[in-house]
């Protein structure tokens, strides 16, 4: 009997799954969908009831011709995985994602998923997940944001400060183009101020005409009144950002991290000369080869293709 009005009556229960409780059906793992999986369940069954394959294969529902074939890989499978670790080797930082994006642009005529299934069955780390970044507010709370347009649209620079095997400190000077995510120029130096970002801002002046607007922060080196006075002299304007806002000087601040992480983190410089040298074939590397995800997994500017023997390495 029934003790509440929530409890059910023996009588009115049926077999198949209610709520808080779930049949034989509803158990299950899953439904076996590819004929691999049918391949090892059958396998299993036949193990341990010790019954014969037609039988198995008539209950379950497989050809035995299915069952007999064996699964073919790709006949160059064994290059493919050797050019995917090779890759992986290079790029430790990069995922499955960028290392396909690779592979197709040597001509390898793959999908993410088969670079996955490869990347997986050979126990490849896949990097972590970075966490997802919000829109690049104002302090003020307000959505209006200079926003990139098109290419020498918006410049931003910043520092970027590490250490030498001896403990001495040097400093990076990034310069990038917002739009195309070009990294313009990397200076290397033990100490920049502002008379070394006016170098920098005048040689690529010349090469490549003054942008619209640059973007940075309020550090001591980009508010310099030289600095400001020379940026107006050849017409082009600053877009400070907000005290103690590095999120709205966002583009830069993504490509320090992607930077420290490729290279600062897993190189060892033991003369600023080397990490001049280093830093330079990096800053090429990240221009012409790397996968850029904002761009559909093309680099900012591309060259042309090579094979995986001729790719340029940062080796």
Not at 286 to 310: A, C, K, W
């Amino acid at each position: 009997e029934a003790t509440t009005e929530r409890q059910r009556t023996p009588a009115s229960r049926s077999f198949g799954s209610d709520v808080g409780q779930t049949d034989l059906i509803g158990s299950c793992a899953g439904k076996l969908l590819s004929p691999s999986r049918r391949r090892a369940c059958i396998d299993l069954v036949r193990s341990k009831m010790k019954v014969s394959e037609r039988r198995v294969c008539r209950v379950l529902g497989q050809y035995r011709s299915t069952q007999r074939r064996l699964p073919r890989g790709r006949a160059d499978e064994e290059r493919l995985i050797a050019d995917m670790i090779e890759l992986t080797r290079q790029y430790g930082r990069y995922g499955y994602r960028r290392v396909a994006a690779l592979l197709r642009d040597t001509g390898w005529q793959v999908n993410d998923k088969l670079v996955e299934r490869l990347w997986r069955r050979e126990g490849l780390k896949v990097p972590m997940k970075q966490p997802k970044k919000g829109r690049l507010w104002l302090n003020d709370g307000s959505c209006v944001r200079l926003k990139p347009e098109r290419a020498n649209h918006v410049w931003s620079y910043d520092f970027v400060q590490d250490r030498t095997a001896d403990g001495r400190a040097y400093r990076t000077l990034n310069i990038i183009d917002e739009y195309t995510r070009e990294a313009l120029m990397i200076r290397v130096d033990r100490k920049l101020n502002s008379t070394d970002v006016l170098d920098a801002l005048t040689d690529l002046f010349i090469l490549r005409g003054p942008p619209e607007y640059i973007r940075s922060d309020n550090g001591p080196e980009f508010i310099a009144l030289k600095v400001q006075d020379w940026i107006a002299a050849v017409g082009a304007k600053t877009a400070y950002i907000e005290p103690g806002s590095p999120w709205e000087n966002g583009y830069c601040e993504s490509f320090n991290a992607r930077f420290r992480d490729e290279l600062l983190n897993g190189e060892l410089f033991y003369s600023l000369k080397e990490a001049q040298i280093l830093i330079e074939k990096w800053r090429i590397h990240y221009n012409t080869v790397r996968p850029h995800s904002s761009l559909g997994l093309r680099p900012p500017s591309p060259e042309s293709i090579f094979r995986m023997d001729q790719r340029p390495t940062m080796h």
